[in-house]
């Protein structure tokens, strides 16, 4: 694979799944646009990505439940870099508030709905007609296979996982046939910041990593994925009963 000629716009790319997406596509020559609330992870990782793969490299400390945030950091990447052509809405929260639904409260609520919902929606949004523009386009979401089985305690979490497959393959409908592929990958249990190591939850007998989830979705933002949008990717090890 290669991605010379392309830039990348990552969300939630201090740590996990976004840092490990934004190094793997750096490491094929592709231009990293990296954002997260977490100022000192995400300097750090653009740090990283300079050093190690010399790629153009610009980042944005922002909250992506922000809608004039998403927008304004979208146009200044287009510019810094040119054009963004692969949006990787990675940027999520989910065990904050883990409880039983009766506990949670609309705050817990609203908070995950502007995160893993609405700031996809901001930053898909404002890049989605300069891709049409250029023919050319990859999107794609990370949900979670909490949005395909739902889980006890996550319901709001689930929620908002199931909206972005849902949302994934609406919009492959309008945006395929110019040139824009979307897609969804769905995590288990990957060894994060925030998860565990818990071998019991898949069939393989171990947690999955970042980098594994970065091969997935470094495949489907590359040419040789020209073919497959509207399509939801459980990267799980082959789940147990949750």
């Not at 977490?38 to 740090?47: I, P, Q, R």
């Not at 010399?54 to 870099?81: F, P």
Request: net charge negative.
């Amino acid at each position: 694979m290669t991605f010379e000629n392309r830039n990348a716009l990552v969300t939630g790319a201090a740590g996990g799944i976004g840092k490990a997406t934004a190094l793997k596509l750096a490491s094929f020559g592709c231009g990293i646009a990296v954002c997260d609330i977490n100022e000192a992870g995400l300097k750090a990782v653009a740090s990283e990505i300079k050093d190690k793969y010399g790629v153009n490299t610009v980042s944005y400390t922002v909250d992506v439940s922000d809608e004039n945030t998403c927008r304004t950091m979208a146009a200044d990447a287009e510019e810094q870099l040119g054009h963004i052509d692969i949006l990787v809405n990675n940027a999520g929260i989910y065990r904050e508030g883990y409880m039983p639904f009766e506990k949670q409260n609309s705050d817990l609520w609203n908070r995950k709905i502007g995160i893993n919902i609405m700031g996809t929606m901001y930053l898909t949004h404002a890049l989605l007609e300069p891709m049409y523009s250029r023919g050319w386009g990859r999107i794609i979401n990370i949900a979670s296979v909490a949005g395909i089985y739902g889980i006890a305690n996550m319901v709001d979490y689930s929620m908002t996982k199931g909206a972005i497959i849902a949302f994934s393959a609406a919009l492959a409908r309008e945006a395929t046939e110019k040139g824009v592929t979307v897609n969804a990958v769905s995590p288990g249990n990957i060894i994060t910041e925030n998860g565990r190591n818990n071998e019991h939850l898949s069939y393989i007998g171990r947690s999955g990593t970042p980098e594994e989830c970065a091969d997935l979705i470094s495949f489907l933002a590359s040419d040789e994925a020209r073919y497959i949008s509207g399509v939801n990717y459980p990267i799980d090890g082959c789940r147990r009963k949750i």
